[in-house]
Structures are given as C-alpha cells and as structure tokens.
C-alpha cells in the first residue's frame, strides 16, 4: 500500500487554517482524504495548562502552547491514518509546522500568514457567533495571552514551511497550483 502524501497546515489563530483544508477536501473530493484538526486534540480544562499574562497578570487556559495538545494521541492517530489508504492526510492547526515529529512526517508544509488585526477581526467574529463569547472575553485573552504565544509558537514556523500563502486575499493561482501540486504527487 502506498504511504498517502501528507501536508501539513499552519498558521495564527483565525489565519484560515480550517478553510484551506475544507476547500482541499472539496477540490479533492474524487480522492480519498483524511483531515487531522488539531483542535479536536485539545486537552480538557482538569489537565490543560494555563499561563499567567505578562501584563495584566491574569491568568488563562493556554491553548496557545504546544503542550494544550494530545500529541501522544495525534501522533497515533496520525500513525494508523497512513496504513489505512487515505490519498492524501492532512494535518491542520496551530502547531502543524511545530513538533518535529510531525514535521518530518510532513510531505509538504504550508503556512497561513495574515495580518494580526485581520485575524483578530475573524476571531471576534468567530467566537462571538459559534462559541457565545463576549468581545471582552475574547480580547482580553488575545491582548493579554494570544499575540505573545503567536510570535513564541507559531509565527516562527513560518521558516519551516515550503509555501507560504497569504490568508487575507487567497489567490486563485496558488491555490491552482496547490490543488495540481497534490494530485501529480499523490497519484504519482
């Protein structure tokens, strides 16, 4: 059985991880794929790590730290996804590009990049509409916890990765080129 390509999908938060990946289930819906979000592996609240804000000294669940994350469980997980005939496995979230031994599982690593107060914007939005928070809730966490992680955890995988899309204005092309990229490798 052929090891299906792997791509893995990273980003800041509200970056536009989970949209890339649902569009390249759709665009390879004829395919057989297998989608990883790493959010479905947060911890719970009893054993999730919290952290104490620089500034205002509040302290916070830290879901923006590689250890909020059932590593141990993606990793196998991830392990018995490739055994199983999947074309193609994709592994989307925060620290996609971050633990090395995803990294070098990795076929092809792509980061989301987007401005700060775009994705502050889309977060508002989001966790407003879906989760029933509050503006404040939602920018005290990120003021206070969120952008420091980012440029900690994240914004330096940016370095790892082998395409760097832009995640405000997507373009057609790559996004093109994206899609034929994983069909010539995948099938090939």
Not at 36 to 41: A, E, G, K, Q, T
Not at 69 to 92: C, M, N, P, S, T
Not at 160 to 182: C, E, K, M, Q, W
Request: with cysteine.
């Amino acid at each position: 059985m052929k090891k299906p390509y792997v791509v893995g999908i990273a980003g800041g938060t509200a970056s536009g991880k989970s949209t890339l990946s649902r569009w390249l289930e759709s665009e390879l819906a004829d395919w057989n794929v297998k989608t990883f979000h790493m959010d479905s592996y947060f911890k719970p609240d009893d054993v999730r790590p919290k952290a104490k804000a620089h500034v205002t000294g509040e302290v916070y669940y830290d879901d923006n730290c590689p250890e909020t994350i059932y590593a141990d469980q993606l990793r196998k997980d991830l392990g018995e996804a490739l055994g199983q005939g999947f074309d193609v496995v994709l592994v989307e979230g925060l620290f996609a590009l971050w633990y090395d031994w995803l990294y070098e599982q990795l076929d092809l690593k792509i980061f989301i990049d987007c401005q700060a107060d775009e994705r502050i914007v889309r977060r508002l939005r989001r966790n407003m509409a879906e989760r029933g928070l509050s503006f404040e809730e939602i920018a005290g966490v990120y003021l206070d916890m969120v952008r420091y992680r980012h440029d900690q955890f994240i914004e330096p995988t940016k370095w790892r990765a082998d395409f760097i899309l832009n995640g405000s204005t997507p373009s057609a092309l790559a996004n093109g080129l994206l899609v034929d990229h994983l069909r010539r490798q995948a099938k090939g």
